[in-house]
Structure formats: C-alpha cells, structure tokens
Antibody
Framework: EVQLLESGGGLVQPGGALRLSCAAS????????MNWVRQAPGKGLEWVST???????YYADSVMGRFTISRDNSKNTLYLQMNSLRVEDTAVYYC?????????????WGQGTLVTVSS | DIQVTQSPSSLSASVGDRVTITCQAS??????LNWYQQKPGKAPKLLIY???NLETGVPSRFSGSGSGTDFTFTISSLQPDDIATYYC???????????FGGGTKVEIK
C-alpha cells in the first residue's frame, strides 16, 4: 500500500525557515517524480515544486529562490527546505506522487502538514 | 505562462442531475489536463488523468473530455457523496510548470 507521510510543519516567524519531510513507502520511490502542493486556508491548490526520479527540479515562481526541493532515495524521503518564509506561505503542504504513465497527474497524496508563518 | 480558467466557481444541483465543469487553457496543452476531487479536510483525489482517462477505482459516473484548450468534466448522475470541490490541473512543458484551476464547489440543492 502506498503511503506518504509529511512532517515538519509548525509555526514560524516571517523570515524564518522550516524543512518539511515526506516519508514514502509501498512503491519504488526512486522511480517516480515527487511533488509539493500547498493550500492556503480556505483557498485553492497551488503547485510548489517537482523533483523527477533523475533529479530534474522545477519550482513555482512564487517560491523560486526561497524553497529547495530534494530527495534521498536511500531513505525514501522527499524534502522541502523553506527559507525566507512569508505570511503568504501559510498553508497545508502536501507531498504527492506522480502517476506512472502520465506527465503530471498525482495519484497518491499525503495527509498534509500545516505551516503557519506569523509574528 | 499558460493560464487555466475553471468555471463555474460553485454550483448547486439535485441528486441525479448531470453536472458539468469546464476548464479553458490560454494555449494548447494537448491532453495534459487532470481532474481532482477534494473533500473538506482531506487531500485531493485523482479522478481523471490526461483529459479523459478514468483513474482506477473511480466510479464511471465521472468522465472527462477535451483537448487543446477546452476541457469538460462531467458527473452523469450527482450523488450525495460527490459533494466536494473539484479542481482541474494542467501541465506546461516550456518551462515545466503545473497550474491548478480555481476550483468548483459542488453542493446539493
């Protein structure tokens, strides 16, 4: 059974940093592109970043230069290092796995971890 | 950057009604369009991938169609369990970027 479990969320002051983790199980982690998607309270979904199985990396303009996605295939874990956090980064952050055979459909999602940026 | 416009933002329909949601891309995106269902407090769930393919285990009352710039998501007979917000999602290859539509909140009349 595929499972994705995010951790690392919490309350941080503007300008601060957090690192999110997503522990994956139930599939061959190294083979699949992994993604971060966020959702501000009461708002819609926003794609944040993607890292392919081979290490190709893409970011949304809103986080470019501040967030860094990475993965440790030996630990089956996806990361999101978030620096220079802003109030508008407040959201539930989901990790999601790419569906095989598709370019960018996400077939499994974690339960999400809440990041609150506030003074 | 490619923009995606989803409509309507909300709708109210009766059980058994046919429900249609549309997404329009600002440029040709081939069939790189996916549809998700999200219930309150839950993660999104993939329903339709690559415009018209039903994800495994998803009821057949859900369907998708379209290519290029215009896409449609349909619930053929609305059920109480379908109360949720639905999102389209498109992929743009140049540069690699994903965009979600604004969402459609579906309620029972």
């Amino acid at each position: 059974e595929v499972q994705l479990l995010e951790s690392g969320g919490g309350l941080v002051q503007p300008g601060g940093a957090l690192r999110l983790s997503c522990a994956a199980s139930g599939f061959t982690f190294s083979r699949y592109a992994m993604n971060w998607v966020r959702q501000a309270p009461g708002k819609g979904l926003e794609w944040v970043s993607t890292i392919s199985g081979s290490g190709g990396i893409y970011y949304a303009d809103s986080v470019m230069g501040r967030f860094t996605i990475s993965r440790d295939n030996s630990k089956n874990t996806l990361y999101l290092q978030m620096n220079s956090l802003r109030v508008e980064d407040t959201a539930v952050y989901y990790c999601a796995k790419r569906r095989p055979g598709t370019t960018a459909a996400f077939d499994y999602w974690g339960q999400g971890t809440l990041v609150t940026v506030s003074s | 950057d490619i923009q995606v416009t989803q409509s309507p933002s909300s709708l109210s329909a009766s059980v058994g009604d046919r429900v249609t949601i549309t997404c329009q891309a600002s440029q040709d995106i081939s069939n790189y369009l996916n549809w998700y269902q999200q219930k309150p407090g839950k993660a999104p769930k993939l329903l339709i991938y690559d415009a018209s393919n039903l994800e495994t285990g998803v009821p057949s009352r859900f369907s998708g169609s379209g290519s290029g710039t215009d896409f449609t998501f349909t619930i053929s007979s609305l059920q109480p369990d379908d109360i949720a917000t639905y999102y389209c999602q498109q992929f743009d290859n140049l540069p690699p970027k994903l965009t979600f539509g604004g969402g459609t909140k579906v309620e029972i009349k």
